[in-house]
């Protein structure tokens, strides 16, 4: 504050306020991925400054967009079983489940924020555009300068490493980093999805707006700018008076345009379509329902689907998505599927994407998130190194987060050890930055978690009690069968047999099918290895199946009863960590109808969809199993994956166990300053940050209240009310101990307590 009032008069020229700063990273985008990134780095000790050029944080999914945040779970409409992203990103939608179940996008700009301004390390600086760089040489940058509009300040920022997450690519495109834009030919890379020339269309923008019921009549008059004749849009009858935000993604223009250059022409026919869509809802006599509706919100800025894409040292391809290639230096996945939309967006006669979905999760390579020709540049996002056909599946928002985690945690790693991004990719570094993601609850597909600095892999496991599931309790609704329904099993070999009870309302003969993924980490149930046909009489029946096929290894297997519309099975409310029931329906929402089918050979496979229900529908079958299934033990805490993938990889309680303790000795006494807990959060449910809510703040297989113990039985830490996946646990001094005892409260009656890993350690969190 001045102490006195300043008078200035005539000079010749005058400069805005100059702010140099300096940090070990500089993270430029606030969108999702690179508030992961700045998050992750520091977390990890080192000192980042992020800027955004927004006022609030968030990008596509802030409340300035209002676009719901998905990736791999794909709205629960393809067969990613539990498929959700782990790490900053999971705790950003679990807090935001937790405090906003509604979806409001206002609410979820706080959660981010809260997230970002907690963390000392991070320097963050808001409406602050960055338009130009300095360089050391032709290959690496040494400072970024930005311009806050706010504050009229210019900022000079320094690092020796820099990540772009800005969307389009500023820094990239500024440092002269190669980049692509426009769609590769099928020969370049061999896609088949791929068009027969290349060509520069692109997937356009989209701009949303809410309605807002008032109770009373609401007249709308229209700005001059406002589209005339809505009947030019061929979908105009598919719009609906009740439809808002994000829902109507397809309202999309700009792809045969600069969607770089052209974002303020673009947007300004999104507004035009916008504005005149209301005004088609509101005046044309055609939509009852909205007399007392009126327009609450209209976006300014618009979603950005495909600009820029930069390359690395390895471009993502199609194969990749399709046939799930592994890499050694995996450092994220994708499961979103390759979704490609026409150019002419909303305008076109064509439907609004192409969805085709593989038949689980893929890795991403290191190699994409870095550039290959600017030494200290880190990409994380819709712009990292990939082909147009495969960025339409990574370029979701939280597949976008994974990368931009990956990218900050290689840039502590940089840091640490004084190297650059291209050299993490030694087998040293590389299991090394492998190693601290896992560690973070970051999940990459088929990568277990073995940690050196952990010693529970030193120590003997045992348990109060452990789940042998004898049955899934007949205590819940009949579920008819207008779709095909099945259970989910984990099994070793053989297949138990299975009683069920079934409700027929007239004779009738129903088919039962055993079913596995052809791939065993997946949840595709493309394999039937047995067909059974059984009669029933009107009424009750009591159905014991016995298939003689067996499974090779450790997997799920699918018990599949066919439609017949005139026969319920028995569900039950109990629900367990790593059981679940799926149907072959639909969700247009995600192109999936049961059954994907292309068109010729585009190089994607045929299959068909079995997906859950949302809850509070989804319930699991009641059976009975003879031999029982026994794949709950204590062991599983320590196998290094931590989500169900082949089999539910969690130690659960046996629901009777009053007092479920999970205890770890050791030969010798250990100083264990941190312990790290991984809690079921439902990694199946998507999360959807906005719009959609969600049945349940808190999910239901989540344990809520522990205590760990000492080897005298002492507490040394409890915690009540818990909501989240990973809990990490720091003493302030060390625990001299011989033994832990973790005991865990069940989550409800009909949910027994379950653990997914723990992880105790001699080193602190920032020791690497």
Not at 86 to 96: F, K, R, S
């Amino acid at each position: 504050m001045y102490s006195r009032m300043m008078k200035e008069g005539f000079v010749p020229e005058r400069k805005a306020e100059h702010r140099s700063y300096k940090a070990d990273l500089v993270v430029v985008g606030g969108g999702l991925s690179g508030a992961c990134a700045a998050i992750t780095a520091a977390r990890a000790g080192i000192k980042v400054i992020l800027v955004s050029d927004r006022p609030v944080l968030g990008g596509n999914a802030s409340s300035e967009i209002r676009l719901w945040i998905l990736g791999a779970t794909s709205h629960m409409g393809n067969n990613n079983r539990w498929a959700r992203e782990g790490g900053v990103v999971d705790e950003i939608l679990v807090e935001n489940t937790y405090r906003n179940p509604e979806g409001n996008p206002v609410i979820f700009d706080t959660v981010l924020l809260d997230k970002v301004v907690s963390e000392v390390n991070i320097t963050l600086l808001l409406n602050t555009i960055v338009y130009k760089i300095e360089k050391a040489s032709d290959s690496e940058i040494s400072s970024v300068t930005g311009f806050c509009s706010q504050n009229s300040t210019t900022y000079e920022l320094g690092a020796p490493l820099f990540c772009d997450a800005s969307g389009d690519g500023i820094i990239g495109f500024l440092s002269g980093a190669a980049f692509r834009m426009g769609a590769e030919s099928r020969g370049e890379f061999g896609e088949k999805f791929a068009p027969s020339k290349e060509y520069g269309e692109l997937l356009g923008h989209s701009l949303y707006f809410y309605s807002k019921d008032t109770g009373k009549p609401v007249k709308f008059i229209p700005p001059a700018y406002a589209l005339k004749d809505i009947k030019g849009i061929p979908r105009y009858r598919n719009f609906r008076a009740g439809e808002d935000g994000c829902r109507l993604w397809w309202i999309e223009y700009g792809g045969r345009l600069d969607t770089v250059h052209d974002t303020e022409t673009i947007k300004w026919e999104l507004w035009k379509i916008v504005y005149g869509v209301w005004d088609h809802i509101k005046n044309s006599g055609e939509f009852a329902d909205a007399e007392t509706l009126t327009l609450e919100w209209v976006g300014t800025i618009p979603g950005k689907r495909e600009s820029r894409r930069f390359e690395g040292d390895y471009i993502l391809r199609q194969q990749d998505v399709v046939e799930q290639r592994e890499y050694e230096d995996a450092i994220a996945y994708g499961g979103w599927a390759l979704d490609l939309h026409p150019a002419d967006g909303v305008y076109s006669d064509q439907q609004g994407c192409m969805q085709y979905h593989s038949k689980g999760v893929y890795q991403i390579p290191y190699r994409s998130i870095y550039s290959r020709n600017i030494s200290n540049l880190f990409l994380a996002g819709r712009i990292i190194s990939a082909t147009h056909v495969a960025f339409s599946s990574t370029r979701v928002m939280a597949t976008c987060a994974l990368t931009g985690q990956a990218a900050g945690m290689a840039a502590a790693l940089c840091t640490r050890y004084g190297v650059k991004p291209r050299d993490l990719r030694s087998p040293r570094f590389m299991r090394r930055l492998q190693t601290e993601l896992l560690r973070t609850g970051h999940y990459i597909p088929n990568l277990c978690w073995k940690d050196s600095a952990d010693l529970l892999a030193e120590a003997s496991l045992s348990a109060s009690s452990e789940l042998e599931l004898l049955e899934i309790p007949s205590d819940g609704p009949l579920i008819g069968l207008d779709f095909p329904i099945a259970q989910m099993i984990p099994v070793d070999g053989g297949i138990p047999a299975i009683a069920v009870s079934l409700v027929a309302v007239a004779d009738t003969r129903l088919e039962v099918e055993l079913r596995i993924s052809s791939k065993p980490f997946n949840h595709t149930p493309d394999v039937i290895l047995e067909k059974q046909t059984f009669f029933l009489r009107k009424g009750d029946n009591n159905v014991t199946i016995s298939f003689s096929a067996a499974t090779e290894q450790r997997q799920y297997v699918f018990i599949c009863f066919g439609k017949n519309e005139g026969v319920s099975v028995r569900g039950s409310n109990w629900r367990v960590s790593g059981l679940l029931s799926v149907t072959n329906s639909f969700n247009k929402a995600v192109s999936n109808y049961g059954r994907q089918e292309p068109e010729g050979d585009i190089g994607v496979d045929v299959f068909e969809f079995w997906c859950p229900q949302r809850r509070p529908k989804g319930h699991n079958i009641a059976m009975r199993f003879s031999p029982s299934v026994k794949c709950f033990s204590a062991d599983k805490v320590a196998n290094g994956v931590g989500r169900p993938v082949r089999e539910p990889n969690a130690w659960v309680a046996a629901p009777g166990d009053k007092n479920p303790q999970l205890k770890m000795e050791w030969a010798r006494t250990r100083r264990i300053i941190k312990v790290t807990i991984a809690f079921d959060t439902d990694f199946d449910h998507p999360m959807e940050s906005s719009l959609l809510g969600h049945p349940e703040n808190v999910m239901p297989f989540c344990v809520r209240n522990y205590r760990l113990r000492d080897d005298t039985g002492s507490i040394v830490y409890e915690k009540k009310d818990n909501y989240q996946s990973i809990n990490e646990i720091e003493f302030p001094e060390p625990l001299l101990v011989k033994s832990l005892v973790l005991e865990v409260d069940h989550p409800s009656p009909h949910v027994p307590a379950s653990v997914f890993a723990v992880r105790c350690y001699e080193i602190r969190a920032d020791s690497f």
